[in-house]
């Protein structure tokens, strides 16, 4: 089976076109570099947090991107990278946060985010050759203030939730939703304003 050469005149590295948005290889030596950071910190972070002598803090803070104060993560945490997230203060995020951060993921001030939430921005092609030959891109997520995400809320990729609203629990989040509004079910639809 050959492949096709998808990047013949596109001299940038894989893991430029993944942080430029475009398609790419995850399959690359660089980036799986960066994504085993990602894993050691992340097992660094549950140890630190079980510890008790508060420097979690400073790992959660190497891990991630940006993290405001008071944030409660609580572990385990599973991410891809962790540099394209951030996370507003006063947030509280409980057990099993998946965050799939190929491209930005950005969550709010003051949110709750419940347990076994996946944050995913990865896309793959829908046409077959193209996914057989490892291509995938990502779209980034943004979650505003105050929002609620219900235990084992799926966001999908290049979604955006409006300030103050709530995620049902088990929502699946396949387009925007707007502030102010509670949504639920499969897909995720506003069902009353706040």
Partial sequence: ?????????????????????DLYIADDPEIWQRQKNAMRLMAAYQEAYLSDDGGHGAVLAELL???GEGVDL????????????????????NYH???LDVARITIGEDC?????VQLLTPTHP??????RDKLEAALPITIGDNVWLGGGVVVCPG??????????AGA??????????VAVGNPARPVRSI
């Fill in 65 to 67: 991107g940006s993290v």
């Fill in 1 to 21: 089976m050959t492949t096709t050469d998808h990047f013949a005149d596109d001299p940038r590295t894989q893991l430029e076109r993944m942080l430029a948005g």
């Fill in 172 to 181: 699946v989040v396949t387009r925007d939703i707007p502030a102010h509004v």
């Fill in 159 to 168: 979604v955006s939730i409006g300030d103050n609203s709530v995620i049902g």
């Fill in 74 to 93: 609580r572990p385990p945490l599973f991410v891809d990278y962790g540099s394209n997230i951030s996370i507003g203060a006063r947030t509280f995020v």
């Fill in 112 to 116: 709750q985010i419940g347990p076994n």
């Fill in 126 to 131: 829908v046409e077959p050759q193209p996914r």
């Fill in 97 to 99: 946060l998946t965050a």
